[in-house]
T-cell receptor, first 112, second 114 residues
Framework: DAKTTQPNSMESNEEEPVHLPCNHS???????IHWYRQLPSQGPEYVIH???SNVNNRMASLAIAEDRKSSTLILHRATLRDAAVYYC?????????????FGRGTQLTVWP | NAGVTQTPKFQVLKTGQSMTLQCAQD?????MSWYRQDPGMGLRLIHY???????DQGEVPNGYNVSRSTTEDFPLRLLSAAPSQTSVYFC?????????????FGPGTRLTVL
């Protein structure tokens, strides 16, 4: 699976939108972009994934650049509960390996 | 559904002791895996299983054994604990192994080896 690059940390105020960037310049045409997050003292949890088009779910939105070399996870209104480490992970559509490659992710701090 | 459960939540061992970390899932998932997470780091894969009776090594398998006798359970055995195995251990499961499969993680077991 190709590598991703994320900022080490970001900060936001409560109820403001948060845009978490991820660069993946070596992405292949069959790589899906996944986001997971890890709340303090918990296991990672799935947030969202997409291939080419922007995606929305109840947790977040995923905006994917036209050339797919970068993407942005958007939290529309940050809450204190969104303080977590966010991981951007690429997975090949045809992958049979099952594993997720976790980098260090982005530590998001949300201020009240 | 309880999802993925892990026991114990906390464990302290002395060097050389052995123990088994338990993991169970009630979602009928074929794929299960064990990761470890050291402070300030991402997760690293220890072992995984693509179905009952089938297991394979991940990137950091030394010092650990696994078996998968049922779809539901995937225990991780530490053969002779070492301080380097002090870490947080997470079990995960998913329906399949494909690039679109969502993985579900347990709450973790925090292990300290003295």
């Amino acid at each position: 699976d190709a590598k991703t690059t994320q900022p080490n940390s970001m900060e936001s105020n409560e109820e403001e939108p948060v845009h978490l960037p991820c660069n993946h310049s070596t992405i292949s045409g069959t790589d899906y972009i996944h986001w997971y997050r890890q709340l303090p003292s918990q296991g990672p949890e799935y947030v969202i994934h997409g291939l080419t088009s922007n995606v929305n779910n109840r947790m977040a939105s995923l905006a994917i650049a036209e050339d797919r070399k970068s993407s942005t996870l958007i939290l529309h209104r940050a809450t204190l509960r969104d303080a977590a480490v966010y991981y951007c992970i690429l997975r090949d559509r045809g992958s049979t390996l099952g594993r997720l490659y976790f980098g260090r992710g982005t530590q998001l701090t949300v201020w009240p | 559904n309880a999802g993925v459960t892990q026991t114990p939540k906390f464990q302290v061992l002395k060097t050389g002791q052995s123990m088994t970390l338990q993991c169970a899932q009630d979602m009928n998932h074929e794929y299960m895996s064990w990761y470890r997470q050291d402070p300030g780091m991402g997760l690293r894969l220890i072992h995984y299983s693509v179905g009952a009776g089938i297991t394979d090594q991940g990137e950091v398998p030394n010092g650990y054994n696994v078996s998968r006798s049922t779809t539901e359970d995937f225990p991780l055995r530490l053969l002779s604990a070492a301080p380097s195995q002090t870490s947080v251990y997470f079990c995960a499961s998913s329906y399949g192994q494909g690039g679109t499969d969502t993985q579900y993680f347990g709450p973790g077991t925090r292990l300290t080896v003295l």
